[in-house]
Each structure stands twice: as C-alpha cells, then as structure tokens.
C-alpha cells in the first residue's frame, strides 16, 4: 500500500489506543460469555469463552469481532492531533455507522470541548477493506479529508511497534477510472501529564489471572536484570573494542573515540562534592521520612493498644472484679 504524500504530521493520543483496545476487549467477552459446563462424573465447573472456543472445532469458533467509532481531535495547520474516542453501532448491510447517534455525540463535544472536530473513523482489523471505504466515503460530509485508524488485535510477539495504523485517502486514477484509495501515514504518540499518569497506573494493575503483588514484583526484577545484563554485555563490547583499538589489532576510528570521550567525560560529574552533597542530602531526607512513618505507624498501634486495655479495664470495673497485673 502507498505511503500519504499529503505532508500531514500526525499526533496520536494513547486515551485513543486503550479506548479501542477496551471497546474491543467488552466486544469479544460479550461474543464469548462464560458458560456452565458439565460433563459426567465430575460436577458443572464455570468457563471461559476462549476456553470453549479451545476445546472446541476451530472451524465452528466464531470470527473475530470488528469494532467501530469516531476519532477527535484538532488540526492545527498541517498537524492533525488525535484526543479523543467514542464507540458507534455499525450496520454491515449498508456499510454505514449510526449516523443519528453520531450527530448527538458530535454536538455534545461542542458543548463540551468546542475546539475538537471529528476527523475521522477507527476500527480493528489486520488491514484496511474494500467495504471501509464506504463509511470513509460517508464521513466526507461532515470532514472532507477523514483519517482511519485501524488497531490490529492479533498479538504477535515479534512485532516492536505499536499495532495501530493511520490511514488517509487520495484520489488515484485506476486504469482510467479515478479511485479513492487508502495510504499509510506516520504518526508519533503524544502524551500529555494526566495521560502518562494513567498509562503507568494501566501498566502496574494487577494481572486478571490472579498473579500476587510477588509474581508482579519478581517480573519487574527480572526486567530489571535484563537491562543490566545487556548494559552491562555492550559495556564489554565496548571495551574490548577500545582495547583492540589500542593494541592495533584493528584501525583507529576518531568518531567513535570521540563519542566514547563524550560519554566518559559525565562520569566524573557523579563524583563531584556537589553531587555527593545532594546524594547525602536527599538519602537523609528519605531516611528521616521512613524513621517518622515507622514512628506514627507505632504510635497508631500503641493508641489501639492503650484503646483496648481501657476498654477492658472500664469492663472489668463495671463488674466489681479485681485484676491482678504480674
């Protein structure tokens, strides 16, 4: 497929990706509910969609779900920024969206949010169809130059980028006939504060198959120790290419000594009376603040003690008794 020759730059929003991300999720769970399974002599045990689409004839599983709704945002100049969402019904006989629905959604964001226009469509997918050109071609009235975006569900491990594309259309003349046609664009993900709180708290949530705090925390150790372990291996790399250098086993590269110049020269900063000042400063500072929690967490526990202790004793006073303390 052609790349975009418009020379639009555009700036994606991750509130875009994780609301098709979840539109898609509630779709397919609502496709695949849990049922009840019973099978003689052991009793009815509670499963999964995906786990009676497993078991099941692949050929009778049903097809993936493909979602569909409306992108917003702004175009400033020749930069179009995508913000924002919201999910739309889609009738597959007339390759249309709702449109009344549509329209009520557009005019509460003007309310709302007046600067942001609709600028085009999303959906989920391996690649763009014939049959999306005709809700593209429907939106033209309300954007003349709609964008698509189309998020692929399919997980696929060796894949590094983000499996979100940004589709545009132009006008191609096809043996004679003039076509609208889709053309790949670039984009970059832009994040605003609010956004990058949320992705981060998204990111450390509790896995749903019931992983500990202990299984989350020995993941993040060993991605820890993955990216000092290939630190620490390019490191010797490194090294044992200078020393190569130096013995004139191989030639002299002057780029690249000055770049290991550069990087060498910002070790000394971490060394400086400055810096061991501030370290010190801010390690006793963090020393201080754990020594008062642990301080107000004792005195929390001896108020509940002391609680306790006046509440049996005013018990045992109200008895007529006698507590003998050893």
Same mark, same amino acid.
């Given at each position: 497929?052609?790349?975009?020759?418009?020379?639009?730059?555009?700036?994606?929003?991750?509130?875009?990706?994780?609301?098709?991300?979840?539109?898609?999720?509630?779709?397919?769970?609502?496709?695949?509910?849990?049922?009840?399974?019973? /099978?003689?002599? #052991?009793?009815?045990?509670? =499963?999964?969609?995906?786990?009676?689409?497993?078991?099941? !004839?692949?050929?009778? *599983? +049903?097809?993936?779900?493909?979602?569909?709704?409306?992108?917003?945002?702004?175009?400033?100049?020749?930069?179009?920024?995508?913000?924002?969402?919201?999910?739309?019904?889609?009738?597959?006989?007339?390759?249309?969206?709702?449109?009344?629905?549509?329209?009520?959604?557009?005019?509460?964001?003007?309310?709302?949010?007046?600067?942001?226009?609709?600028?085009?469509?999303? /959906?989920?997918? #391996?690649?763009?169809?014939? =049959?999306?050109?005709?809700?593209?071609?429907?939106?033209? !009235?309300?954007?003349? *130059? +709609?964008?698509?975006?189309?998020?692929?569900?399919?997980?696929?491990?060796?894949?590094?980028?983000?499996?979100?594309?940004?589709?545009?259309?132009?006008?191609?003349?096809?043996?004679?006939?003039?076509?609208?046609?889709?053309?790949?664009?670039?984009?970059?993900?832009?994040?605003?504060?609010?956004?990058?709180?949320?992705?981060?708290?998204?990111?450390?949530?509790?896995?749903?198959?019931?992983?500990?705090?202990?299984?989350?925390?020995?993941?993040?150790?060993?991605?820890?120790?993955?990216?000092?372990?290939?630190?620490?291996?390019?490191?010797?790399?490194?090294?044992?290419?200078?020393?190569?250098?130096?013995?004139?086993?191989?030639?002299?590269?002057?780029?690249?000594?000055?770049?290991?110049?550069?990087?060498?020269?910002?070790?000394?900063?971490?060394?400086?009376?400055?810096?061991?000042?501030?370290?010190?400063?801010?390690?006793?500072?963090?020393?201080?603040?754990?020594?008062?929690?642990?301080?107000?967490?004792?005195?929390?526990?001896?108020?509940?003690?002391?609680?306790?202790?006046?509440?049996?004793?005013?018990?045992?006073?109200?008895?007529?008794?006698?507590?003998?303390?050893?």
């Amino acid at each position: 497929m052609a790349s975009s020759g418009s020379g639009l730059t555009f700036k994606l929003h991750p509130l875009v990706i994780v609301n098709i991300s979840d539109h898609y999720t509630r779709v397919k769970s609502q496709m695949n509910p849990p049922s009840l399974t019973c /099978s003689a002599p #052991s009793p009815c045990a509670l =499963s999964n969609g995906s786990d009676v689409a497993d078991s099941a !004839d692949p050929s009778t *599983s +049903p097809p993936a779900p493909r979602v569909f709704g409306c992108v917003v945002g702004v175009q400033r100049g020749r930069t179009v920024e995508i913000f924002n969402s919201f999910e739309l019904l889609y009738d597959p006989k007339t390759h249309s969206l709702d449109r009344p629905f549509l329209e009520k959604k557009q005019e509460l964001y003007k309310k709302v949010f007046p600067h942001f226009y609709i600028l085009g469509w999303y /959906s989920t997918g #391996s690649d763009a169809l014939e =049959s999306d050109m005709h809700i593209h071609k429907a939106l033209m !009235d309300i954007n003349e *130059s +709609p964008v698509y975006v189309l998020l692929n569900p399919s997980i696929n491990h060796a894949q590094k980028d983000l499996p979100v594309t940004i589709y545009e259309s132009e006008l191609h003349v096809i043996e004679g006939i003039p076509q609208l046609i889709f053309v790949r664009s670039s984009y970059t993900i832009e994040t605003v504060e609010a956004e990058r709180i949320s992705v981060d708290h998204v990111a450390h949530l509790k896995p749903s198959d019931g992983g500990s705090a202990a299984t989350q925390l020995a993941a993040h150790l060993a991605g820890i120790h993955s990216a000092i372990k290939m630190l620490n291996s390019r490191i010797r790399i490194l090294h044992s290419y200078l020393l190569a250098m130096q013995n004139g086993d191989i030639p002299l590269e002057n780029s690249l000594l000055r770049q290991v110049s550069s990087l060498l020269r910002r070790l000394p900063v971490t060394e400086s009376g400055k810096f061991q000042d501030d370290f010190l400063m801010e390690y006793n500072d963090t020393m201080l603040i754990t020594y008062l929690a642990m301080s107000t967490n004792c005195s929390s526990v001896m108020n509940e003690l002391i609680e306790k202790f006046n509440t049996a004793y005013d018990r045992h006073s109200r008895r007529g008794g006698r507590t003998v303390f050893i």
